[in-house]
Structure formats: C-alpha cells, structure tokens
C-alpha cells in the first residue's frame, strides 16, 4: 500500500512539476487593445504563406513558440544557420513547426525593412502574433477569414508606411 501511495505522489509531483515548467507563448491581447494593422499583416500573410500546408497535426504551438521567441529577442542562432537545419536535416513534427516559426517572423520582418526600415516600428508584435495564431488555427479547422477587419488593417499599415517613406 505504501508503495502504491508513494508512487502516485510520485507521478503527481512530476505532472506538477511539468505543468509549472511550460510556459505559454501564445498569450492573447484583448479586443481594445488589438492593433487592427498588426493583427491583418500577421493574419493575412500566415494565411496566405501556410495555405495548402497546414493539417490537423500541424504543431501550431510550436510554431507560434519560434515567432514569438523571433519578435522577443530570444534567438540567439543565425538565421542563416536555422534555416540550413530546417532544410538539411529530418526533424520531429514539433521542431521543424518551431523553425518554421523563427523563419517566417524573420522572414515577415525582412519584408517590412525592404519596404523602409520606418515601417517595422508602425507594428505592435503582439497583435501581428495574435493574427498569426488565429490564422494558423482557422488553416487548421479549414476556416480562414476573409473580412473588413483584415483589409481595413491592410490599407492602414500600407498607408502609413507609403507616409513614412515619403518623409524620409
């Protein structure tokens, strides 16, 4: 009986322990604070990038744990070098959806220095994540938004980056 008990305290102490470990990614912004332009670029370019390539096993989670460390600064590896490991190797299901992460936020990003370098500060990364995720979900469950939300979001941030490279 003893060893029975000191078994589930064991398993529980590890499930604890486990749970207390991870941390989210993915942390949603309220409504009020959403950034209308951020969230359409985020959503619109992961809907568009991932089409076709996003299933039900896809590991969004991961994918959305390399973007969010890209835009906060926790990457420490070379571009360069994460996508020759993406490209060369096999990986797990979690990994490559991870790299993937890192590579597409890299890869938004450049996208906005080659417009102007002024036009990455018109974004709030919390809102461009928070489209990304809810693109990914909506490819995953086959239901991508095609509203006013996204393409008044869009005109914004092209608006405003036209603005800002015009006064450069």
Sequence with gaps: MQKIISTICLIM???????CNQSPYFQS?????????????????ASQTYQDRVDN???????????????????????KQI????????LDHNIYAYYNGIL???DLKQNFYHL???CWTLTDTQSMIQGIYEAMN????NNV??????????????????????NK
């Excluded at 912004?29 to 370019?45: R, T």
């Excluded at 996508?83 to 096999?90: F, H, I, V, W």
């Excluded at 938004?145 to 015009?166: A, F, P, Q, R, T």
């Design 57 to 79: 096993t896809y590991d969004i989670d991961a994918f959305i744990k390399g973007v969010t460390q890209f835009y906060n600064g926790e990457i420490t590896q070379p571009i």
């Design 145 to 166: 938004k095609h509203n006013d939300y996204i393409s008044k979001g869009y005109d914004e941030i092209l608006h405003l980056c036209v603005k800002k490279m015009e």
């Design 116 to 118: 102007n370098a002024q």
């Design 138 to 141: 909506d490819l995953k469950n």
């Design 104 to 106: 597409f936020a890299s």
């Design 29 to 45: 912004v309220a409504k009020d604070k959403l950034d209308q332009k951020s969230y359409a670029v985020g959503y619109g370019s």
């Design 13 to 19: 102490g590890l499930f604890i322990i486990t749970a």
């Design 83 to 90: 996508r020759a490991n993406t490209l060369n190797k096999m």
